[in-house]
Nanobody, 119 residues
Framework: QVQLVESGGGLVQAGGSLRLSCAGS????????MGWYRQAPGKQRELVAT???????NYADSVKGRFTISRDAAKNTVYLQMDSLKPEDTASYYC?????????????WGQGTQVTVSS
């Protein structure tokens, strides 16, 4: 059973830092297009940062220069280093990745981890 498990959320003051981790498991195939999305109350889920199916990265304009996505492909793990956090970064953060089920690529989601930034 394919799973994505996030960790590293929490409560931090504005200007602080947090590091999120997401580990993929349950598949003999490597994960691709691993990335992070977030959803604040009353808002739609939005892209934060992601690797493409190649090796390039995409960032939301709102986090450029503050957040850094990285990965350990051998461990099917992706990280999100979040610096200079702002109250508007408060949201549930979800890991997402694609995996091959033998027929096609399927997108999977983690359960989410809460990030709360106090002012």
């Amino acid at each position: 059973q394919v799973q994505l498990v996030e960790s590293g959320g929490g409560l931090v003051q504005a200007g602080g830092s947090l590091r999120l981790s997401c580990a993929g498991s349950g598949s003999k195939f490597r994960f691709r297009a691993m990335g992070w999305y977030r959803q604040a109350p009353g808002k739609q889920r939005e892209l934060v940062a992601t690797f493409t199916s190649g090796s390039s990265t995409n960032y939301a304009d709102s986090v450029k220069g503050r957040f850094t996505i990285s990965r350990d492909a051998a461990k099917n793990t992706v990280y999100l280093q979040m610096d200079s956090l702002k109250p508007e970064d408060t949201a549930s953060y979800y890991c997402s990745a694609e995996n091959f089920n033998g027929y096609t690529w399927v997108r999977y989601w983690g359960q989410g981890t809460q990030v709360t930034v106090s002012s």
